[in-house]
């Protein structure tokens, strides 16, 4: 770490941006070049970062800043957190909420990120819904559960076949895969998500290798799966 020293040269810096758009994180490194110009001290720079809460502020995931004083170079890692689904948050009773977004991270980001993204072209794909109570967003222990649920299905499963996510008032859990004209509902129930998410992607992937496409797909309980081929439960 380099401390209160000023050099006569200009300072260099190198940004790397990672999955962040590009329009915000080169906003941040021209900040971070700037407040490390005047003051040459790293660890000025990390005070500033957490008293102006940047990693917020800039959507960050994780960062890594280092300074080369032989070449008078400052090197700034960005990297922000994947958006997973987008979330719509309801209100009790089923009154209009709002909507967010799902982080890699388990974090909830406002719905104007995606904004951001598709105009730097960081988003390259329809993203799939996710339907919770509000207050359940509030629990950052269970936000980070959920996202690591959905992480648990193979990102081409995801792609192809998600559609809707739902976590119902009384915590039951319910999926939507569509497969063409045909979605397939897979009930959950309360417990063992993570078993069962594994099992509905051979269960699901077997059933499109035999061209087939199930209406229902009931895993509440994990030793009696029921599969359906018509709307009726």
Sequence with gaps: MYSNVHYPQKLKYHTSFGKCPSEVAGKLSLKLSKIFSDSSSLADLKKNIINEKLEERYFL???????NPIKNKLYVKLDCPEVIVK???????????YDALLMSD???FDATYEVLLNSQNKKRQSLPYLSIP??????KKQMKKISSLIQLLKKDFRKKYLSEIILSDDKS???VLSSGKKPTTVFFGKNLWSEKIIKVQKVFNYMKKKQKSPSIVNLTNLKKIVVKFNHTF
Excluded: T, W
């Design 173 to 175: 859990l319910l999926l």
């Design 87 to 97: 979330v719509h948050l309801v209100k009790e009773g089923g009154l209009e909420g």
């Design 134 to 139: 509000v207050g359940y967003s509030a629990n």
């Design 61 to 67: 995931s994780k960062y890594k800043i280092q300074f």
């Design 106 to 108: 388990g974090q909830l």
